[in-house]
């Protein structure tokens, strides 16, 4: 049996690491507009913007972990002692 739970909200969440990634296109955009010699610090920005969308994203992921392993589960009864009853 899976163990996958998921709170199905009726709204969509704001996820700050997808706005980080998503405005890491933005300085390349910039560029093209701009004199050859800001092409690479574009790239460097982009690059830290989506390695930092990135680990935000782990972070994200390693917390939301933990608070579902720290709630206490529901108590499971197997079909046999279910049977036995």
């Known amino acids: 049996m899976s163990e996958y739970e998921n709170a199905h909200d009726d709204s969509p969440a704001f996820e700050p690491w997808l706005a980080v990634l998503a405005s890491s296109i933005v300085p390349e955009i910039v560029a093209t507009r701009l004199p050859p010699e800001?092409?690479?610090?574009?790239?460097?920005a982009t690059v830290t913007l989506f390695v930092t969308g990135l680990v935000m994203l782990r972070r994200q992921?390693?917390?939301?972990?933990?608070?579902?392993e720290s709630r206490p589960?529901?108590?499971t009864t197997r079909?046999?002692?279910?049977?036995?009853?």
């Open 73 to 75: 589960r529901p108590e």
């Open 79 to 85: 079909y046999a002692q279910l049977e036995a009853q």
């Open 38 to 44: 800001f092409f690479v610090p574009a790239i460097v």
């Open 61 to 68: 992921t390693v917390q939301r972990r933990r608070a579902t």
